[in-house]
């Protein structure tokens, strides 16, 4: 049920692929919460996917760009302001991609080349993001920016490869931009640590249905589910949390705090 938290709120979200995509919930959530917004994701991307059906379900445009581009960042913010009457409020990335992931090779073979366009589309893109919008003065004061990060930042996951220290480097942006970004406009800045998720990009990391179901029973409320994180990130972007920045907050059933479950063992 709606409580409209989000009333008169602008946002751009970035990443929604398709009904499994995180942020295409996050979309969804934000619209039934009063806000209007506006959709993006990589000109290849859109291609895929129905992010098309998506702007049309919640009457809203989308903008192609590449996150890696300041061009591409510049139009999509000066465009989406202009579609939504003034600055934003929150904006969500949820954006990673591995090429080494998607061909299968081994940390310990990694083509660097593919590496250094991981960190750039999965981490670089968050800061290109921040310092864009911090130029064209695009947030208003009391505004929120996300994004979607992973315990590998933390932990070791072997097969999620250099995503894990992708992830490491997006969560250090979100600290340093944070306190340049509350210092000037009271704008926080925060990732999310969400549980595995099935997720088209998730499901295609090696393994990942035998870690989700581990985690699963590892965490004592279970894996959170899309909608849920949904939720999560509304409420991030609401007035209920106007002093929580630069935190790197867990949504994970509690995986994040267990040392051993015995339902993991089967006992």
Not at 16 to 29: G, H, R, Y
Not at 62 to 85: H, M, R, Y
Not at 197 to 205: D, F, K, L
Request: charged share 20%.
């Amino acid at each position: 049920m709606s409580n409209n938290v989000l009333s008169g709120k602008r946002g751009v979200i970035f990443g929604a692929l398709d009904e499994k995509s995180i942020a295409w919930k996050v979309a969804e959530q934000c619209v039934a919460e009063g806000a209007k917004i506006t959709l993006t994701n990589a000109p290849v991307a859109l291609r895929f996917g129905g992010i098309h059906d998506l702007a049309k379900k919640l009457n809203t445009e989308v903008i192609p760009a590449d996150a890696t581009s300041i061009e591409d960042l510049e139009n999509l913010f000066t465009k989406s302001q202009e579609i939504l009457g003034g600055k934003l409020d929150f904006v969500l990335h949820s954006i990673g991609m591995s090429i080494n992931v998607r061909k299968k090779r081994e940390y310990t073979d990694i083509k660097y080349d593919w590496m250094q366009k991981t960190f750039d589309i999965s981490a670089i893109s968050f800061h290109k993001t921040m310092q864009t919008l911090w130029k064209m003065d695009a947030m208003n004061d009391w505004g929120s920016i996300l994004a979607l990060t992973y315990i590998a930042a933390q932990r070791t996951f072997p097969d999620y490869n250099e995503m894990a220290e992708s992830k490491s480097l997006l969560e250090s942006f979100a600290r340093s931009f944070g306190y340049h970004y509350g210092t000037r406009n009271n704008v926080r800045v925060n990732t999310i640590s969400q549980s595995p998720t099935m997720t088209t990009a998730g499901s295609g990391v090696k393994g990942f249905q035998e870690f989700f179901d581990y985690a699963d029973k590892m965490s004592p409320l279970g894996n959170a589910p899309a909608d849920s994180c949904a939720e999560y990130c509304v409420s991030l972007f609401s007035d209920y949390t106007r002093c929580v920045t630069m935190q790197n907050l867990y949504h994970d059933g509690g995986f994040s705090n267990m040392g051993m479950n015995p339902a993991a063992l089967g006992l």
